[in-house]
């Protein structure tokens, strides 16, 4: 069965064309039979047309699972032929600019190796397929699937399943996946029965026994239902483990009404409860309520596999024949995909509530985590859960990966070996920063500004979005480690020789990655004109990119940014001209409506070291979120701004001290204890915490791991942190511990502590055998051993690296 996968990287479909990649594989392996550079052709009259439906859409449905319920009249729409008419013609309209849009794609007929080895083909030579000839028409005996990733929302909510080429295909469906997430969860817990948790949000003038009809009517289930709890009720989420989250009521955004007494709770205020859930084994969400595309997107992030959501608001006749048709299908033998497909083309021909309300029946969308495989019904036991991790290989397909991981292993070494040495001599011809199949061992003559360029996409994160080497299957494992290099990398780089690089990417991109390079720039060799530039980049990508998603992303790099500042350097900037100006623009973004509190506390730390008036009114915004926040996360934030600029100290540390007495969660006493040892140095409650903790070594290993990083921070010589670091390591390698091993590796690594009494030719071996048994069992463990090659890399000659590793 062919898989369809195509990546979509943010842009303005209004004004500018943006690029893509189209990968055609299976579902196991996606890129088994290539990876296509994908170009979208500006489209200004699309978004137009979506507002156009969207505004008579909801101007005609009525009834609807929508969070603000009033004016709910009948079941489908008030009966005005002339506005059922706008609405049709209205989505007809969207269906045939979509379709456009989607059938000018340009898509390479050489995939990205054969582009490399031909530069100098031109693109119209490259470039003639659209879309649709990679979907219409498959042979009889085989389905496409289509994913698409990309964290550009607004094309989450248009009507993609109505596009002819897929909409002929009972059994095709399109799912959603976002660029950013969480590694895929897996459980271990095994039972008989699919377990169901359903709630029943605070129903209103809505009729949600059908749903409850739905549900009862499966076999072999336990069924679990909360009627419009209270939040304490929600304590099921961290008790058992479930299979499927169900949720039936009023939504909206991110936001869900789960009972009369309460104001719309905020998805985001559930992290700790859904992650737990999803730790514990929880496979699907289904959320039968309205715009619940950003709840559906949330837990995907967290780890989820599946989730099904709605696209807009949805009449409730329509949410309840939907949840009864797929249900069916699912239980039936269909798998997931072709279960919400076969619903949709149910409820267009079955229950015609196209001719009532059209665009209804594309509602229902499947938002997917892109490591997850589909799966059917049965798979929901843990016992027959499928396969959970999905492929990415590159380079030469001919010879086995087996013998090229080594290979590129030490070419991505070498690389950053080289952007620390002066070129004795320029290589004339290019040399491309794929690695190319069969790479030898021995270091290749290489340009030298290349070698630049790809410390320079590690490090901003850009080798998707500006393109770079091609994906290798163990890159994402063992990327986090060479990023981590690459950055210590840079301040011992000649700025004469990354700079302009960085530069031109300034100039060059657009929104985020213009953003980034900025930012990065600034970082690396500060000054107050790159800062300065920094921020008027920002301030003009935020003006243009009005849509929500790309401001949150540009603002939580804001954030990261300001967080990693240097404090020298914004005190010289408050006494340069451009003091004044930055001032401004921070206080401005300070009081930006709905404002995380997060870059609250970022900009406030920042403006503290003014010491005037913006310094006085930051300290304030960080005392109000400090006493009112009830996010843990925020006090300590706010504690630490609190502390830089002397202000209530008395009542920082008083209330920290509280709360660590109250804490009975290691997470939150590690959190703590840590806070307070900064505020307080050597205070003792906190240290005698940490301690506690550590000595005990009676949790995880992520609890242990976070212990001693927090007291190494507030107690950079105490004993305990090493020996404990020391302790585990040797104790991991004589059990064979992978992941005690990893996690042992990173933070002697972070201290910079050598590694050599740890690695030897002995450890490959067993680390290899650690990668076949993840593999096996479906395990979503494997940047643990890859990173440790990584380190492994640092130590143990190609050669016998090679050898250990076949």
Same mark, same amino acid.
């Given at each position: 069965? #062919?898989?369809?996968?195509?990546?979509?990287?943010?842009?303005?479909?209004?004004?500018?064309?943006?690029?893509?990649?189209?990968?055609?594989?299976?579902?196991?392996?996606?890129?088994?039979?290539?990876?296509?550079?994908?170009?979208?052709?500006?489209?200004?009259?699309?978004?137009?047309?979506?507002?156009?439906?969207?505004?008579?859409?909801?101007?005609?449905?009525?009834?609807?699972?929508?969070?603000?319920?009033?004016?709910?009249?009948?079941?489908?729409?008030?009966?005005?032929?002339?506005?059922?008419?706008?609405?049709?013609?209205?989505?007809?309209?969207?269906?045939?600019?979509?379709?456009?849009?989607?059938?000018?794609?340009?898509?390479?007929?050489?995939?990205?190796?054969?582009?490399?080895?031909?530069?100098?083909?031109? #693109?119209?030579?490259?470039?003639?397929?659209?879309?649709?000839?990679?979907?219409?028409?498959?042979?009889?005996?085989?389905?496409?699937?289509?994913?698409?990733?990309?964290?550009?929302?607004?094309?989450?909510?248009?009507?993609?399943?109505?596009?002819?080429?897929?909409?002929?295909?009972?059994?095709?469906?399109?799912?959603?996946?976002?660029?950013?997430?969480?590694?895929?969860?897996?459980?271990?817990?095994?039972?008989?029965?699919?377990?169901?948790?359903?709630?029943?949000?605070?129903?209103?003038?809505?009729?949600?026994?059908?749903?409850?009809?739905?549900?009862?009517?499966?076999?072999?289930?336990?069924?679990?239902?909360?009627?419009?709890?209270?939040?304490?009720?929600?304590?099921?989420?961290?008790?058992? @483990?479930?299979?499927?989250?169900?949720?039936?009521?009023?939504?909206?955004?991110?936001?869900?009404?789960?009972?009369?007494?309460?104001?719309?709770?905020?998805?985001?205020?559930?992290?700790?409860?859904?992650?737990?859930?999803?730790?514990?084994?929880?496979?699907?969400?289904?959320?039968?309520?309205?715009?619940?595309?950003?709840?559906?997107?949330?837990?995907?992030?967290?780890?989820?596999?599946?989730?099904?959501?709605?696209?807009?608001?949805?009449?409730?006749?329509?949410?309840?024949?939907?949840?009864?048709?797929?249900?069916?299908?699912?239980?039936?033998?269909?798998?997931?995909?072709?279960?919400?497909?076969?619903?949709?083309?149910?409820?267009?021909?079955?229950?015609?509530?196209?001719?009532?309300?059209?665009?209804?029946?594309?509602?229902?969308?499947?938002?997917?985590?892109?490591?997850?495989?589909?799966?059917?019904?049965?798979?929901?036991?843990?016992?027959?859960?499928?396969?959970?991790?999905?492929?990415?290989?590159?380079?030469?397909?001919?010879? @086995?990966?087996?013998?090229?991981? @080594?290979?590129?292993?030490?070419?991505?070494?070498?690389?950053?070996?080289?952007?620390?040495?002066?070129? %004795?001599?320029?290589?004339?011809?290019?040399?491309?920063?794929?690695?190319?199949?069969?790479?030898?061992?021995?270091?290749?003559?290489?340009?030298?500004?290349?070698?630049?360029?790809?410390?320079?996409?590690?490090?901003?994160?850009?080798?998707?979005?500006?393109?770079?080497?091609?994906?290798?299957?163990?890159?994402?494992?063992?990327?986090?480690?060479?990023?981590?290099?690459?950055?210590?990398?840079?301040?011992?780089?000649?700025?004469?020789?990354?700079?302009?690089?960085?530069?031109?990417?300034?100039?060059?991109?657009?929104?985020?990655?213009?953003?980034?390079?900025?930012?990065?720039?600034?970082?690396?060799?500060?000054?107050?004109?790159?800062?300065?530039?920094?921020?008027?980049?920002?301030?003009?990508?935020?003006?243009?990119?009005?849509?929500?998603?790309?401001?949150?992303?540009?603002?939580?790099?804001?954030?990261?940014?300001? #967080?990693?500042?240097?404090? #020298?350097?914004?005190?010289?900037?408050?006494?340069?001209?451009?003091?004044?100006?930055?001032?401004?623009?921070?206080?401005?973004?300070?009081?930006?409506?709905?404002?995380?509190?997060?870059?609250?506390?970022?900009? *406030?730390?920042?403006?503290?070291?003014?010491?005037?008036?913006?310094?006085?009114?930051?300290?304030?915004? *960080?005392?109000?979120?400090?006493?009112?926040?009830?996010?843990?996360?925020?006090?300590?934030?706010?504690?630490?701004?609190?502390?830089?600029?002397?202000?209530?100290?008395?009542?920082?540390?008083?209330?920290?001290?509280?709360?660590?007495?109250?804490?009975?969660?290691?997470?939150?006493?590690?959190?703590? *204890?840590?806070?307070?040892?900064?505020?307080?140095?050597?205070? @003792?409650?906190?240290?005698?915490?940490?301690?506690?903790?550590?000595?005990?070594?009676?949790?995880?290993?992520?609890?242990?791991?976070?212990?001693?990083?927090?007291?190494?921070?507030?107690?950079?010589?105490?004993?305990?942190?090493?020996?404990?670091?020391?302790?585990?390591?040797?104790?991991?390698?004589?059990?064979?511990?992978?992941?005690?091993?990893?996690?042992?590796?990173?933070?002697?690594?972070?201290?910079?502590?050598?590694?050599?009494?740890?690695?030897?030719?002995?450890?490959?071996?067993?680390?290899?055998?650690?990668?076949?048994?993840?593999?096996?069992?479906?395990?979503?463990?494997?940047?643990?051993?890859?990173?440790?090659?990584?380190?492994?890399?640092? %130590?143990?000659?190609?050669?016998?690296? *090679?050898?250990?590793?076949?």
């Amino acid at each position: 069965m #062919k898989h369809v996968c195509l990546e979509i990287y943010g842009g303005c479909l209004e004004q500018h064309s943006f690029k893509g990649r189209l990968l055609l594989g299976t579902e196991s392996q996606v890129d088994a039979y290539g990876v296509y550079p994908v170009e979208f052709p500006a489209m200004p009259h699309l978004p137009h047309r979506y507002r156009q439906w969207r505004d008579a859409y909801h101007g005609y449905a009525k009834n609807t699972r929508l969070g603000a319920s009033g004016n709910q009249i009948t079941n489908i729409g008030t009966q005005q032929p002339t506005l059922l008419k706008e609405v049709r013609q209205n989505y007809t309209d969207l269906v045939t600019t979509l379709g456009t849009w989607l059938h000018n794609t340009r898509i390479s007929y050489l995939c990205e190796e054969q582009i490399n080895e031909q530069t100098s083909l031109s #693109k119209e030579q490259t470039s003639f397929f659209g879309l649709g000839n990679f979907i219409l028409p498959p042979p009889m005996n085989e389905i496409h699937r289509i994913s698409v990733q990309t964290d550009f929302v607004e094309l989450w909510h248009y009507p993609w399943h109505d596009w002819t080429p897929i909409r002929q295909h009972s059994n095709l469906d399109v799912v959603f996946s976002p660029m950013v997430y969480q590694s895929l969860k897996s459980s271990t817990a095994h039972h008989e029965g699919v377990r169901i948790l359903a709630i029943f949000g605070a129903n209103g003038d809505l009729d949600l026994k059908g749903d409850l009809e739905a549900l009862r009517a499966l076999p072999n289930v336990e069924l679990h239902c909360l009627r419009s709890p209270q939040l304490s009720e929600l304590y099921s989420l961290w008790c058992q @483990p479930w299979d499927i989250l169900f949720f039936a009521g009023h939504s909206q955004g991110n936001g869900i009404i789960i009972n009369n007494e309460e104001e719309p709770l905020q998805i985001y205020r559930l992290y700790e409860t859904l992650k737990t859930a999803v730790k514990q084994g929880l496979q699907l969400a289904i959320f039968n309520s309205c715009d619940s595309i950003p709840l559906g997107q949330f837990l995907i992030q967290l780890g989820l596999p599946h989730a099904i959501v709605m696209r807009e608001a949805v009449p409730n006749i329509a949410a309840e024949l939907f949840l009864k048709y797929f249900l069916q299908n699912f239980h039936g033998g269909a798998d997931l995909y072709a279960a919400v497909a076969q619903a949709r083309s149910q409820l267009r021909e079955l229950s015609r509530c196209d001719d009532h309300l059209p665009g209804t029946s594309a509602l229902p969308l499947i938002c997917r985590h892109p490591q997850a495989r589909c799966p059917h019904w049965h798979h929901l036991r843990r016992s027959e859960a499928p396969a959970v991790t999905v492929g990415v290989s590159g380079g030469d397909r001919s010879s @086995p990966r087996v013998s090229k991981f @080594p290979a590129f292993l030490y070419w991505c070494r070498w690389q950053l070996e080289l952007a620390q040495l002066l070129p %004795h001599a320029q290589d004339p011809s290019r040399w491309v920063t794929a690695i190319p199949g069969g790479c030898s061992p021995q270091r290749p003559q290489q340009n030298y500004q290349d070698a630049f360029a790809n410390v320079a996409h590690w490090v901003c994160g850009l080798e998707r979005t500006i393109g770079g080497f091609s994906p290798q299957a163990e890159l994402a494992f063992f990327f986090p480690a060479l990023e981590a290099e690459a950055r210590q990398l840079l301040p011992r780089i000649s700025s004469q020789q990354l700079l302009p690089y960085l530069e031109s990417l300034v100039v060059e991109q657009r929104g985020l990655p213009r953003v980034r390079a900025a930012f990065l720039i600034a970082q690396q060799y500060p000054n107050v004109s790159h800062l300065s530039t920094a921020f008027q980049v920002l301030e003009d990508t935020l003006r243009q990119d009005t849509k929500p998603q790309v401001r949150e992303e540009l603002l939580a790099e804001c954030q990261q940014f300001l #967080k990693e500042l240097d404090a #020298k350097l914004v005190r010289s900037v408050w006494d340069s001209t451009t003091g004044e100006r930055l001032q401004q623009f921070l206080q401005r973004l300070l009081h930006y409506p709905q404002q995380s509190n997060r870059l609250k506390l970022a900009i *406030a730390s920042v403006l503290i070291t003014a010491k005037g008036r913006w310094a006085v009114e930051a300290s304030n915004v *960080a005392l109000e979120i400090f006493r009112n926040s009830s996010y843990l996360e925020d006090v300590i934030l706010a504690s630490r701004c609190l502390h830089q600029a002397g202000v209530r100290q008395w009542e920082v540390v008083g209330r920290l001290e509280r709360y660590l007495g109250l804490a009975t969660v290691q997470s939150h006493q590690i959190a703590l *204890a840590g806070a307070l040892g900064m505020v307080s140095p050597n205070h @003792p409650q906190a240290i005698d915490t940490l301690e506690l903790i550590i000595e005990q070594q009676a949790y995880d290993l992520e609890t242990l791991m976070a212990a001693v990083r927090a007291l190494h921070r507030i107690s950079p010589e105490h004993p305990l942190v090493l020996a404990t670091l020391r302790s585990l390591l040797v104790k991991a390698q004589e059990t064979q511990d992978i992941l005690g091993f990893y996690y042992g590796l990173a933070a002697l690594d972070e201290l910079q502590q050598p590694l050599t009494p740890y690695i030897s030719t002995t450890v490959i071996p067993w680390v290899c055998q650690k990668i076949a048994v993840f593999k096996a069992q479906e395990e979503p463990y494997l940047m643990a051993p890859y990173t440790v090659l990584w380190y492994c890399s640092r %130590h143990i000659p190609y050669q016998e690296f *090679a050898n250990l590793w076949q």
